[in-house]
Structures are given as C-alpha cells and as structure tokens.
C-alpha cells in the first residue's frame, strides 16, 4: 500500500486547492474524488459566477474544467470514481477504504486526512435521502434550467435564497401556474420583493411527491429548495466533533478538527460563507496546517 502526506477527500474546489498547495509546498497529497470529474457542485452549474472577481463570465463549468487543469499541471494523483466507503486511524495515519466502479475495493493510507466532501441538497423529511421520484427536483442545477416549463403548473418548496430565485425563474420560463411554498422565510430581502406576494403561501404545508400534490393540490413538478446537508459519513468512526446542523467543527486558523490530523474544508464544514472562492481560501489553511505540522516532527 503506497502511503501520503495526506489523503484528501472531495475534488471541489476546497479539496483541489489544498491539493495543489500540498504538492508546490513538496509534500505528497493524493484527491479522492466520488464523482467522474473534478468540480464538485460546480459540474452542475452553466451560469457564469460574476461573484467571483478573478473570472468575470466564467460559468461553474469552466471553472471546473481549469480545476482539473491546476492539478493536472500540479502532478497531483488522483482517484476518479472512487467512492470513501470508511476511515479509520493506525499507528502511522489514517486508512480510506474506497470503492471504485465495479464494485472494486481500494485502501489509501495518508498521514493526514483531510474531509472536503461538500454537502448534498437536503431532500424531502421523512424519505431516504437518496430517494427521488418522477416530476420532482431536489435542489438547484442544470437539471432545473434545462426543463421545459412553458403551460406547465409549478410547486416551488423552500424558504431560503434558492426558492425565491427559482420561483422567479420558472415564472418568467411560461409556466401556466407557479406557486411557493414556504414554512419560514429566509431569503435576502432582494429576492423576495422579486418575488413579491402573489403565489406565495408561507406556513405549513403537506407534500406528497408521488401523486405529486401541495396541500391538496395537484401538479406537473414539484421544485425542493430545502437547503444542504454534510456529506461525510464515512468518517463517523472517528469520533469527528459536529455542530447543531451536522456541519464538521474545525480551528479556526488551522481547519483541524477534534481528532489530531483530521482537517475538514468546504462547504462540509461551513466555515465561511459557502462559494468557490472561500472553499479554495479553506484548502489553502489546512495545506498550511499540514505543511507546519509534518516540517515540526521532521525537525525533532
């Protein structure tokens, strides 16, 4: 079994940044990645991110194809397609077990492990997370833009940023009806007075995704804006601290969490406001982190 500096896992822009630095500052990093390419939620993104200043026009897309540029040009190692089954600490680092495709089983060591795999829309209470039915979206992305809404009747679920937005947007893509659910509003002020009053009811409801039906009422899809939830169950043998929402607990300036060499980045942690720009800042810490770390025991 070959053996790393560290092992990163998650090939967003927060796992990626810190692979990349590991690898200039002369470490070994390898980035594990579940998905068949490098981004992370940027995959799922075709609209240019204007946020971000040093990529005026560029779309998620974009930006994840020069993800998997940097590290190309960075000679990280990577593991596409390999999905983080367990974790587990030994005498020398930390163990990975993965799964590839094919069912094909893998275990990297590294002697650090560094957790940056995102989150995932959060989906419907009371129903598997993975679960999804015909006519019904969770959560925000290509899939949304690329439906055809014109003459169709929309449910639009959620109080938060992407439920106003999406709700504006489907309304003004020819849908015959468009109506927001919302049991609490938490959105920026901007969004809602775009939204304004009319076909949105705040308070409970009741959702039955397989008939399709809001409160009662029947419809062509149903649009779940519930927000994230973490996505790293993999490493709960650890032991890793975890706040109210689930989110991983780290130091502030160092991004290491309760267990020593365990650094969880991204939006998996929700340290800072969740963007591409502030996930790379997090991967840049924790390379940081690791490098002081590893230099203090070589000195000794």
């Not at 960075?74 to 069912?103: F, K």
């Not at 992305?141 to 639009?156: E, K, N, P, R, T």
Request: charged share 20%; proline share 5%; net charge neutral.
């Amino acid at each position: 079994m070959q053996h790393y500096d560290a092992v990163i896992v998650g090939g967003g822009p927060a796992g990626a940044s810190c692979a990349i630095w590991l690898a200039r500052l002369g470490l070994s990093p390898l980035l594990i990645e579940a998905g068949s390419r490098l981004g992370g939620l940027s995959n799922d993104n075709p609209f240019a991110d204007d946020w971000i200043a040093v990529l005026p026009g560029v779309t998620g897309q974009q930006a994840e194809a020069n993800i998997a540029q940097s590290v190309k040009a960075a000679d990280v190692p990577v593991r596409l397609q390999a999905r983080a089954r367990s974790a587990r600490r030994t005498d020398i680092g930390y163990e990975v077990d993965l799964v590839a495709p094919r069912g094909a089983a893998e275990t990297v060591c590294g002697r650090s492990l560094v957790i940056a795999s995102g989150v995932r829309a959060r989906g419907l209470p009371g129903y598997p997370a993975d679960a999804r039915w015909p006519g019904v979206f969770i959560g925000p992305g290509s899939s949304i833009m690329a439906q055809d809404y014109a003459g169709l009747s929309v449910a639009v679920l959620g109080g938060g940023d992407n439920a106003y937005e999406n709700f504006v947007y489907v309304r003004n893509r020819g849908a015959r009806d468009v109506q927001l659910y919302a049991r609490t509003v938490r959105a920026q002020q901007q969004w809602v007075a775009r939204a304004g009053s009319k076909g949105v009811q705040v308070g409970p409801y009741e959702v039955d995704p397989v008939a399709r039906i809001v409160d009662g009422r029947a419809y062509d899809l149903i649009l779940v804006f519930y927000g994230w939830e973490p996505q790293a169950g993999f490493a709960d043998a650890l032991g890793i601290q975890r706040g109210e929402r689930g989110y991983l607990c780290t130091g502030s300036t160092t991004a290491e969490t309760n267990i020593q060499d365990v650094y969880a980045i991204g939006e998996v942690a929700n340290r800072m406001h969740p963007c591409v720009v502030t996930s790379m800042a997090d991967g840049v810490v924790a390379a940081k982190a690791i490098q002081r770390r590893w230099e203090r025991g070589t000195a000794r």
